[in-house]
């Protein structure tokens, strides 16, 4: 989901930071090495202040489920024909099954996501008399995840996503760009899961860092960290990275 950038914002002191720390991955996880992390995205990339977005919680839900397995372009596609097709929530749940599926075809997994987003929508208006998620404004962030995970097709990340730029509380969505540069850099485990390398990260992410962090180590992880050859060289954060340090080493010594 492209952000709008602007120029980087003053960061306090630059800390210096041992590409590999001892002590296991919880050891690693300190919000001083995060902010560093962000301070040098944010140079490379401009610092994210927005995103694209719904503002409105239930239609962000939505579109947020769209985007489950498939491209922005894509998401983006489905989420402008369900909303041809039902221009109101009240439509769009009396909809049959069928239609939406039609309609948001080109998403993928149109049934499990038509399921997800009918199922979302009669609970809403079953439980609080409207299409409304303005109450998990005030929740604590734990007690706002789990309820919006207690609804079917609603994972970690997808709650996530909702809290952080919906409701704007301190959530970290990782996809599996994060999850792989975080492992790269030895914030989390090789074994972490998408939900593992959330819950490992976000209690360390400094305050006012969550979107920018996230922002920004996606496209890190599209343009530069990417799942084949990553280009070590291109990297803002090979001074910190040691996965990158010990690459760059063995390309040199095989240059000589």
């Keep these: 989901m ?30 001083d090495r995060l902010l560093e992390i962000s ?18 919680p239930v239609r962000n839900l939505i579109l947020t489920i ?26 769009l749940a009396a909809a049959a ?25 009669s609970r809403m208006k079953r439980e609080r008399g409207a299409h409304t998620l303005e109450h998990l404004r005030e929740m604590p962030l734990a007690e706002a995840r789990a309820y919006l995970t207690s609804f079917p097709g609603v994972g970690v990340k997808t709650a996530n996503v909702q ?28 074994t972490a899961d998408l939900a593992k390398a ?9 305050p006012g860092e969550h979107m920018p962090l996230h922002l920004n180590l996606i496209r890190l992880g599209r343009e530069i960290c990417r799942p084949g050859r990553p280009l070590h060289a291109e990297c803002p954060l090979l001074p910190v990275c040691p996965e990158g340090a010990r690459e760059m080493r063995a390309k040199n010594r095989a240059a000589r």
Excluded: Y
């Design 39 to 56: 301070r040098r995205l944010d140079e490379r990339f401009g610092r994210p202040d927005r995103c694209a977005h719904e503002t409105d």
């Design 163 to 190: 809290l952080l730029f919906s409701f704007g509380k301190e959530a970290f969505p990782v996809d599996t760009h994060i999850l792989r540069v975080t492992k790269r850099l030895g914030l989390v485990p090789a």
């Design 2 to 31: 492209p952000p709008s950038s602007r120029r980087a914002a003053p960061h306090p002191r630059r800390l210096r930071l041992d590409p590999a720390p001892r002590g296991g991955a919880g050891g690693r996880l300190k919000a």
């Design 198 to 206: 959330a819950l490992l990260l976000e209690p360390h992410v400094p």
């Design 66 to 91: 769209l985007s489950q397995n498939t491209t922005d372009r894509n998401r983006d596609r489905a989420f402008a024909s369900l909303m041809e097709r039902f221009p109101t929530l009240p439509r």
């Design 97 to 121: 099954p069928a239609a939406v599926e039609e309609a948001i075809r080109v998403g993928g997994l149109a049934r499990t996501k038509a399921s997800s987003i009918l199922s979302a929508l």
